[in-house]
């Protein structure tokens, strides 16, 4: 098994030559935490080989699996071998080796350049914020203000402020009028830290909605520091748009792409990439977990919505090109 190893410097090689290369960390969620080091996507090792096929379709990709030390990794790469998956190996040491080279934050995670990106954008636009005692005097006054939470329905599940609305980040234009049908209601909007809560809130002021809007600073994390709960469960999330809220939000989005030029194809070319043995294209459905049962194309990835920003950042590495509908 020994050649199923790859040694620190070898890696980092790779994660430097620009070819294509999936890091997949293989430990258990609990340990990983928020996010795995060098960007790696956590598959933790007993849904390795029934997963990873939707993570890493085309079987011929340098793949590197890296787990706690202990030898799970190499293992389970002599597990992927026989299944077909010749050109896949673990990190030597896993984690903690890694860790004793770069320091104990081990390098970047997508939550790095997520940070530095959405700050960049705050500092840039002037997107305004409002703390958490702030709201909460707003909230106690009885003031006409919602709480919007722009992340994914299962972390708003496990802690949100109290009686705020469960609106992922990709939803927000769509919902927005049915969850502030009024002009004059302000609008705040968080997520547990900074970038989703940034992102959401310049999202709707560029969109030039009518109402006053700005992000809680430092979202949940922010709530409990101030002392305040937080609240758990679905207690309020999004519905099914409403033909008001459809036709609001094509005005909207109309504002807010009236300067972009994002890159389109047409769906026989993006099945014709989909086909090129050469390199990993991964379409991806950035509706809701509804919307896609009802009805979806036919395609080797999809994504959980609220989450195409962050996971493309993680996912993929120089030849891996990206489709969003």
Avoid at 96 to 115: M, N, Q, S, Y
Avoid at 167 to 194: H, I, N, Q, Y
Avoid at 206 to 233: C, I, M, Y
Wanted: aromatic share 6%; net charge negative.
């Amino acid at each position: 098994m020994a050649d199923k190893e790859i040694s620190l410097d070898e890696f980092e090689t790779w994660l430097a030559d620009g070819k294509e290369l999936a890091v997949l960390d293989i430990r258990d969620p609990a340990d990983v935490g928020y996010a795995s080091p060098l960007f790696a996507t956590n598959l933790p090792a007993e849904r390795l080989i029934k997963d990873i096929g939707r993570f890493i379709p085309r079987q011929v990709v340098r793949t590197v699996l890296i787990d706690d030390g202990t030898g799970v990794a190499r293992r389970a790469a002599a597990g992927l071998e026989k299944e077909g998956r010749g050109n896949v190996v673990a990190l030597e040491g896993g984690i903690p080796a890694w860790l004793d080279r770069h320091g104990k934050e081990g390098g970047p995670t997508f939550d790095i350049p997520g940070v530095d990106f959405t700050l960049a954008v705050q500092r840039e636009k002037g997107t305004p914020s409002i703390s958490a005692v702030e709201l909460e005097d707003l909230r106690r006054t009885g003031a006409d203000v919602v709480v919007i939470d722009t992340r994914t329905v299962a972390e708003f599940a496990r802690d949100h402020v109290p009686g705020a609305v469960a609106v992922p980040g990709a939803e927000l234009l769509l919902r927005f009028k049915d969850v502030v049908p009024s002009a004059d209601t302000k609008v705040v909007v968080s997520c547990a830290g900074l970038p989703r809560a940034i992102l959401g809130a310049q999202t709707l002021i560029d969109a030039r909605v009518p109402n006053e809007v700005s992000f809680l600073h430092d979202g949940t994390k922010a709530w409990t520091a101030a002392g305040f709960e937080l609240e758990s469960g679905q207690t309020r999330t999004y519905l099914a748009a409403s033909p008001a809220a459809r036709e609001f939000s094509k005005g909207a989005i109309s504002n807010l792409s009236e300067d972009d030029r994002i890159p389109e194809v047409d769906l026989p070319t993006a099945r014709l990439w989909s086909q090129d043995n050469g390199r990993t294209t991964y379409l991806l459905d950035v509706r809701t977990p509804e919307e896609y049962a009802e009805r979806h194309l036919k395609v080797r990835s999809r994504l959980k919505v609220g989450s195409c920003w962050p996971w493309l950042t993680g996912q993929f590495r120089s030849a891996a090109p990206g489709l969003c509908w």
